[in-house]
């Protein structure tokens, strides 16, 4: 049974440009979370998601990010026009149900724009 | 003030010490994880409780509800448990995972 994956593992983007980040959850999960690590900082919720719903996408910033969790394939987080404050580490994590349950975490993306 | 405090934000240790890592939160919770971020950056979940005690391996997590306080504690810490331990809560009201800044552990041989 294979983790959470995400691609790419590392990303470079020049300012302005989007940026696509990708999870596919554990086999099973429907619930996907996706969370950033800015530099020397801790990490931040940024939305959580099932499949067609966006349930909690209080952490994002309001513009420029978007993300979905479509019925077929992955999750996705779109940065559109990135900007030198978004270089971070995105993590997304798994369940299989919503409520207090061990979330599975993916080996993240680093985002660098330059 | 944050809503999870870690302490100490740092620690180092010779091998084989017992290590203990403190987390105190202010806020209604339903459960308490712990997880591991390694040097090369994967974080991996150790536990989750909502309250007593679990234990696994080396590693042995407690919680007091009343106190708002969990201890990750290891025993004969070897180099390989260097990492950072961040401490999250799930928040009772947002169901929302809140974490601490971490504890970076050094463990030198």
């Known amino acids: 049974n294979a983790g959470v994956m995400q691609n790419p593992r590392h990303l470079v983007r020049r300012r302005g440009q989007e940026a696509r980040l990708r999870c596919s959850p554990m086999?099973?999960?429907?619930?996907v979370y996706w969370y950033r690590q800015l530099p020397e900082e801790g990490l931040k919720f940024m939305v959580y998601?099932?499949?067609?719903?966006?349930?909690?996408e209080s952490g994002m910033p309001k513009e420029r990010f978007s993300a979905e969790f479509p019925k077929e394939g992955p999750s996705i987080l779109r940065i559109q026009q990135v900007v030198r404050g978004d270089s971070a580490a995105y993590f997304c994590?798994?369940?299989?149900?919503?409520?207090?349950?061990?979330?599975?975490f993916g080996p993240g993306t680093r985002l660098t724009v330059l | 003030k944050n809503e999870v405090e870690q302490s100490p934000q740092n620690l180092t240790a010779q091998e084989g010490e017992f290590i203990t890592i403190n987390c105190s939160y202010s806020?209604?919770?339903?459960?308490l994880h712990w997880l591991q971020q390694h040097p090369g950056g994967g974080i991996v979940s150790l536990f989750m409780?909502?309250?007593g005690k679990k234990k696994h391996g080396r590693l042995i997590a407690t919680i007091n509800i009343q106190e708002k306080h969990s201890s990750l504690h290891i025993t004969a810490s070897h180099p390989r448990d260097s990492a950072v331990y961040i401490c999250?809560?799930?928040?009772?009201?947002?169901?929302?995972?809140?974490f601490g800044t971490g504890t970076r552990l050094q463990v030198f041989p």
């Open positions: 998601l099932q499949k067609e719903n966006i349930i909690d």
């Open positions: 086999k099973g999960h429907s619930h």
């Open positions: 994590a798994s369940s299989p149900w919503s409520g207090p349950e061990e979330q599975f």
């Open positions: 999250a809560v799930r928040s009772y009201n947002t169901d929302k995972l809140i």
């Open positions: 806020v209604g919770i339903s459960a």
């Open positions: 409780l909502s309250s």
